[in-house]
């Protein structure tokens, strides 16, 4: 009686949060009070995917979610973001009957990184995606080295690993685990480079001998084709493979045979929507239809966006702050593109979570990166502008390429009016609404054109 009085009060209070955008954690948090062995009485899918990593697992259990949903499965995914263990309950209150059985074919979860030896007790996935592990929210995370215990507590034998097999860190948790695993990558391609962009690597030393590997080529950071010469340790060839990229049209093929338009052209997207692929392909579903199903999806524009104002491409990339590797991959992103250009860097606020004015990662970002004569200007705006604008002076950039604004306001009209090329606003979430929004007040153009840039 107590269970199905939790359910039914964890019910209500879903009901009243979505009503008004908010309360992802507070239902689970009250019905498991209500009654502490709720996650014993609920009946899960026989199928439970569960994804982290310290970026990309939002974007791969959205797409991961979308695809089933689509070819006609019902899920069970929490959409609110929040990915703690009261905000998975919360997600599975909406989708459970009195007796505790939950309504769906299948459990996609986000899951913090730090939570899964939480979480995953409680969901027992069959299917785990680890997208990456870099440097991340250092007041919260520490060093990366103390998240891979965390998870690697939480993984057992029974779990089906999928892995990036361009990213030597994640080879430590197949170093002793007897379940399945399966691998996805990319193939050397036109974007792939020789000799390292980044001096601030994850990882450059051999995870099993640490002697220093060589790489054979590299598409991010320390993400490639790697090898140890002292032990042998080197990447594996995956199972799942991008052997064909083109930013030109927007199209990534796998395993020489499977063709999608991708949902941005950006090299991340590229990552996620072949995790995405491999954990459905893995489900049984049919890999052409896979890929129709991904072409046909929009690309968020919370993530990424682009369009023309007054004339001007504009391409906006929200950035988690905290992660250098999601700045470096946006600054990849820009020195692909040679067009003369002008970058805003800014945020509102580095983290919701705690208030520790932290930017020791800003030294970990390859700002150098920005110091080509395609870049006019630099726009540094928001609480910590004059942070921004040192680390910019660090990287050797020149001081009358530097401005910086209190405000968005503040800086539009200098935006606008005294800059030049295209616009690349590195942006952290809580500035990319407003950001496009006074970009677009006063447009001469009102229907926007979000054509593609490349």
Not at 115 to 125: A, N
Not at 258 to 275: E, F, G, K, R
Not at 302 to 324: A, C, F, H, P
Not at 395 to 403: F, Q, R, S, T, V
């Amino acid at each position: 009686m107590r269970a199905k009085l939790a359910i039914i009060v964890g019910k209500l209070l879903k009901w009243c949060g979505d009503l008004i955008g908010r309360g992802s954690i507070t239902p689970g948090t009250i019905a498991t009070k209500l009654y502490p062995h709720l996650w014993e009485y609920l009946k899960l899918p026989k199928t439970v995917i569960a994804v982290t990593g310290s970026s990309g697992k939002g974007s791969v259990t959205s797409m991961i979610t979308k695809v089933l949903r689509d070819s006609g499965y019902q899920v069970v995914y929490n959409d609110k973001g929040s990915n703690l263990t009261d905000a998975v309950l919360t997600s599975l209150l909406g989708e459970c009957k009195l007796n505790g059985k939950i309504k769906g074919e299948y459990l996609v979860c986000e899951v913090d990184e730090r939570y899964t030896k939480y979480v995953f007790p409680k969901i027992k996935p069959n299917y785990v995606v680890i997208t990456n592990l870099t440097r991340d929210q250092p007041p919260r995370q520490g060093h990366f080295d103390l998240v891979f215990e965390e998870i690697k507590k939480a993984i057992d034998d029974s779990m089906h690993l999928i892995l990036n097999s361009d990213d030597p860190y994640l080879y430590k948790f197949t170093f002793d685990h007897k379940g399945p695993i399966t691998y996805y990558g990319i193939h050397k391609n036109q974007y792939s480079y020789t000799k390292s962009k980044f001096e601030n690597l994850n990882l450059i030393y051999c995870p099993k001998c640490h002697k220093k590997m060589i790489y054979h080529y590299y598409h991010f950071e320390n993400i490639g084709d790697f090898e140890c010469e002292k032990c042998h340790f080197q990447r594996i060839k995956p199972q799942y493979e991008v052997t064909k990229l083109d930013y030109q049209t927007s199209l990534m093929t796998i395993n020489q045979e499977y063709q999608l338009h991708m949902p941005s052209n950006i090299l991340y997207c590229v990552y996620n929507t072949l995790a995405s692929f491999t954990v459905l392909s893995l489900l049984g579903l049919e890999p052409k239809q896979i890929c129709e199903y991904i072409s046909n999806m929009s690309y968020n524009t919370k993530i990424y966006d682009e369009y023309t104002s007054n004339g001007r491409q504009v391409v906006v990339l929200n950035n988690k702050n905290e992660n250098s590797t999601t700045f470096n991959q946006s600054l990849l992103y820009v020195d692909q593109h040679k067009e003369p250009k002008t970058i805003v860097i800014g945020w509102k606020e580095i983290s919701r979570r705690y208030h520790y004015d932290d930017l020791s990662w800003l030294y970990d970002i390859d700002f150098e990166i920005l110091k080509d004569d395609s870049v006019d200007k630099i726009l540094c705006v928001g609480i910590h502008r004059f942070d921004i604008a040192t680390r910019m002076k660090y990287a050797g950039i020149e001081d009358k390429k530097i401005l910086v604004f209190e405000t968005l306001e503040e800086m539009m009209i200098t935006l606008k009016e005294k800059t030049k090329g295209s616009i690349y606003a590195i942006l952290n979430f809580d500035y990319v609404e407003p950001f496009n929004t006074l970009m677009n007040t006063g447009d001469k153009n009102e229907n926007n054109d979000r054509t593609s840039l490349l």
